[in-house]
């Protein structure tokens, strides 16, 4: 079992940067993928970020490549996502999810439906 819980989120203005942290308790945090969704109002949840149990493989959506960074300290069993040049398409609810890893590549980690525990969210909101 794997608590997950978000924090970082806010109100920011275009252009600004901001740095979610996703805090997990539980057994075996290095043993896990995890990954960032997020969720606008009226729209489905979709795949933001995902990284490796280990660290060593990233994957990032293209509508946020280039802005966002995924990051893991598997010391400090916390998942992080850098977030820069923030637009105002960015504001949705961005949750963190964890799966355990081994073997699984953007196809898999990209997929809500194929993670196994959830955090409760941190909601974003970028003015313009």
């Known amino acids: 079992q794997v608590q997950l819980v978000e924090s970082g989120g806010g109100l920011v203005q275009a252009g600004d940067s901001l740095r979610l942290s996703c805090a997990a308790s539980g057994r075996s945090f290095s043993s896990y993928d995890m990954a960032w969704f997020r969720q606008a109002p009226g729209k489905e949840r979709e795949f933001v970020a995902a990284?490796?149990?280990?660290?060593?493989?990233?994957w990032y959506a293209e509508s946020i490549e280039g802005r966002f960074t995924i990051s893991r300290d598997n010391a400090e069993n916390t998942v992080f996502l850098q977030m820069t040049s923030l637009k105002p398409e960015d504001t949705a609810v961005y949750y963190c999810?964890?799966?355990w890893g081994g073997g699984n590549g953007w196809y898999h980690l990209s997929r809500a439906n194929n993670m196994e525990y959830w955090g409760k969210g941190t909601l974003v909101t970028v003015s313009s």
């Open positions: 990284i490796t149990y280990s660290g060593r493989n990233t």
């Open positions: 999810a964890a799966v």
